[in-house]
Structures are given as C-alpha cells and as structure tokens.
C-alpha cells in the first residue's frame, strides 16, 4: 500500500483515536477526583495523570506522523480541514477552561466555595472536551 | 452540490478529469476526506486550495465554485 493510502487510513481513524486518548484523560481524572475526595492521591498518579493529559493534546494539536510519514504526507494529513477542526476543538475546549477559571476566580473573591479537585476537573475537562470535540467533527465526516 | 450560497461543481469536473477523489486529493496536497467534504459541500476550501484544485482539473475557479444565478435582478 503506497504511503498516500496509509496516510489517508490514519485521517480515517485519527478521530476514533482521539476519543479513546481523551476518553482515559477523563477517567483518569475522575479517579484523581476520587482520590482528593478520599484524601489518599497516591503519589505517582497526579504525575500519570498530567502527562497523560498531554495526549490528547499532542494527538490534536500537535504533528502526528512526525516520526512515520515524509513532509509531504504530514502536509496532507494536517491538512487545512484538519487545522479547521484543531481550531473548533481549540475555541470549544477554551470556553470549557474559561468558564471553570471564571467560577475558581468567584472563589477566590469570597463569592463562592469550591471543592479542592475543581481546579483539576476544570483542567480535565478543557483537555477532554478538545479530544472529543476533534474526535465528533472528525467521525462525523462523509466517507 | 450547494454549500450555503455556494455551488460547488467539484465532483462534475473531477468525474470529467478521470480522476477519483483519492488521485485529485494527491495532486494538491490534501487528504481524500477533505476532497470528498468539498465535494459535498460540508467544507469550503480557501482560496489556496481552490486555486490548486482549478489548476490541476484545467479550468478556472468560479467554474467549480460560485454563486447561485438569482431568479430575478434584486432592485
């Protein structure tokens, strides 16, 4: 199979493969969650947690390919559709942020009283919304 | 195919030219996915790629892109 049909097999499942990397950043914050909650974060995991949460962002944003494809082939799969979709993922995910620093910002004005982990799921959450939202638009393409 | 107020003659040119959507996506540089949402009118190129697709299907831009031709003159 020429480089070109593998390179388009890649833009076929790079959504999927966004959903499953975003998908584990969830959970994985979810039991981060759950260890603040139960006040024994183990200590290697918040590490796991945040490297993990890079992922997804490399996986959007980054130059996937980098080490497989020539320059032509990552031109092609970091195409211009491709960029429109980082940047819907991008204005998406930084609403999600926004509005979770906007409600830690009510906190730190005395106008309200957080849980210890928001600051956490906030940042989860923002990372998690732009692997899904990249992988929605990406899945959600004509075959 | 119309995309919004655009029509879109891609796939007619593209048929004409013996090219399938994975032969014209080689050509200029993309990905195959982003020639078929073109076609279909889910994604509007920018004019770079428009111009590159003009150029390698032999004709111009406002032949694959262009407005509607409204029923009567707007006064």
């Excluded at chain 1, 914050?29 to 995991?45: R, S, Y």
């Excluded at chain 1, 490399?58 to 970091?78: C, E, H, K, M």
């Excluded at chain 1, 730190?108 to 989860?124: E, F, K």
């Excluded at chain 2, 540089?29 to 078929?36: A, C, D, F, Q």
């Amino acid at each position: 199979m020429p480089e070109s049909a593998q390179a388009d097999r890649f833009v076929a499942s790079r959504g999927r493969i966004s959903f499953y990397v975003s998908l584990v950043a969830i959970l994985w914050t979810l039991v981060i969650i759950w260890a603040v909650n139960e006040g024994e974060v183990p200590g290697i995991t918040p590490i796991g947690w945040g490297v993990w949460l890079l992922v997804p962002m490399v996986w959007v944003f980054g130059l996937p390919g980098l080490w497989r494809w020539s320059q032509t082939d990552r031109a092609r799969i970091n195409d211009e559709l491709a960029r429109e979709h980082q940047h819907s993922a991008a204005v998406v995910s930084m609403f999600v942020l926004m509005a979770g620093l906007a409600v830690v910002s009510l906190q730190v004005l005395g106008y309200a009283s957080l849980p210890t982990w928001w600051p956490v799921a906030t940042i989860g959450a923002g990372v998690g919304t732009a692997g899904f939202c990249f992988a929605w638009l990406q899945m959600s393409l004509p075959e | 195919m119309r995309a919004g107020k655009l029509e879109i003659r891609l796939r007619e040119f593209r048929t004409s030219a013996g090219l399938t959507q994975a032969e014209l996506a080689e050509l200029v540089g993309v990905s195959r996915k982003t020639v078929n949402t073109v076609e279909n009118g889910v994604f509007i190129p920018s004019t770079l790629l428009a111009l590159q697709l003009a150029a390698v299907l032999g004709c111009k831009v406002e032949d694959i892109f262009s407005l509607p031709v409204r029923s009567s003159a707007a006064n």
